[in-house]
């Protein structure tokens, strides 16, 4: 079953704007991470944040975790046509169980 | 540093088939783990392997099956091939830590059954 539900579906920016995608959980969490998966391809991990952080950043992106309503957003700034992807959280429940639990992700469009 | 490799990048098997699906991890990585990606459930784990043994498994029948050698390289297996198996297989390696290592994924086996 999925745990991470993100947050819009489908989003379309002009080059240049920020693009912000959300992310629901619904049970405790060690970590969260944020993956983005071009078309057809594997997935590439952006960022990891645990649970006892509120805020994260690399480069362009910017994570933030609220565990008390169980979500997270991911901010990409100043897109660019490259940042054209899928964008996928993911939780780790600890222990290794069920390994990470991935939302169905937000499809990201950035018009050149 | 080579980066996850799965091969085939593409097969078509026929209901009622098996297959074996090739995953080689990163050199030095010891957790293998696999994942199947459809359009309707998305992303569903599938199992783990570190170091030649079964860490985790997910909820899919026993048709799934996989193992690990002792170089770290992977295979999954799926008999008796049904068409919901239609799906992208994607592999991913980690150093292994229980908690916090990012996964590595490599391209995917695209696996379409008729």
């Known amino acids: 079953s999925q745990q991470g539900e993100e947050d819009p579906q489908a989003l379309s920016i002009q080059e240049g704007e920020n693009a912000t995608m959300n992310c629901s959980y619904k049970?405790?969490?060690?970590?969260l991470q944020w993956y983005r998966q071009n078309s057809g391809r594997g997935l590439v991990h952006l960022i990891l944040?645990?649970?006892?952080?509120r805020e994260k950043h690399s480069g362009r992106l910017r994570v933030t975790l609220d565990t008390s309503k169980k979500s997270s957003s991911l901010l990409i700034t100043a897109s660019r046509a490259a940042d054209t992807a899928s964008y996928f959280c993911?939780?780790?429940?600890?222990?290794?169980?069920?390994?990470?639990?991935f939302g169905k992700g937000t499809h990201l469009i950035i018009q050149p | 540093k080579a980066g996850v490799t799965q091969t085939p990048r593409y097969l078509i098997k026929t209901r009622g088939q098996q297959v074996t699906l090739s995953c080689s991890p990163i050199?030095?990585?010891?957790?293998v783990s696999w994942y199947q990606q459809t359009p309707g459930q998305g992303l569903q784990f599938l199992f783990e392997?570190?170091?030649?043994?079964?860490?985790n498994k997910g909820n899919f029948p026993g048709r799934f099956s996989g193992r690990q050698f002792s170089n770290s390289r992977s295979e999954m297996n799926v008999s008796t091939l049904e068409l919901g198996d239609s799906a992208l297989y994607l592999c991913?390696?980690?150093?292994?830590?229980?908690?916090?290592?990012?996964?590595?994924f490599g391209n995917g086996t695209r696996l379409t059954v008729t």
């Open positions: 993911a939780t780790d429940g600890g222990g290794g169980a069920d390994g990470l639990t």
């Open positions: 049970t405790s969490i060690n970590n």
């Open positions: 392997y570190f170091s030649e043994t079964q860490r």
């Open positions: 991913a390696s980690s150093r292994g830590a229980r908690e916090g290592s990012p996964l590595h």
């Open positions: 944040i645990r649970s006892n952080e």
């Open positions: 050199s030095g990585h010891r957790s």
